[in-house]
Nanobody, 112 residues
Framework: QVQLVESGGGLVQPGGSLRLSCAAS????????MNWYRQATGKGRELVAS????????NYAESVKGRFTISRDNAKNTGYLQMTNLKPEDTAVYYC?????WGQGTQVTVSS
């Protein structure tokens, strides 16, 4: 059974940090690029960050460049999104995506 399970979301104050994890199972995670998306209430889903299967090339949305870092550990079938200097506009449900598979999402709320 294919699964992508996100964790690590929560409530954080502006300027704070969170680390999201995405645990993959049931398919060859290490052969495919991985992406993190987010969707804020009332808005469309936005691509936040991408990483190649080797982990050597990453891309980021302009809004998160310099604050977010995507990474992966293929030995653990897990991807990560380290988020620093969080802003209220980063509030959204964050989803990991690999191939055609999606996780259930994890809520990130940035508020004082």
């Amino acid at each position: 059974q294919v699964q992508l399970v996100e964790s690590g979301g929560g409530l954080v104050q502006p300027g704070g940090s969170l680390r999201l994890s995405c645990a993959a199972s049931g398919f060859s995670f290490n052969y495919y690029p991985m992406n993190w998306y987010r969707q804020a209430t009332g808005k469309g889903r936005e691509l936040v960050a991408s990483i190649r299967y080797t982990g050597g090339t990453t891309n980021y949305a302009e809004s998160v460049k310099g604050r977010f870092t995507i990474s992966r550990d293929n030995a653990k079938n897990t991807g990560y999104l380290q988020m620093t200097n969080l802003k209220p506009e980063d509030t959204a449900v964050y989803y990991c995506n690999c191939q055609n598979y999606w996780g259930q999402g994890t809520q990130v709320t940035v508020s004082s």
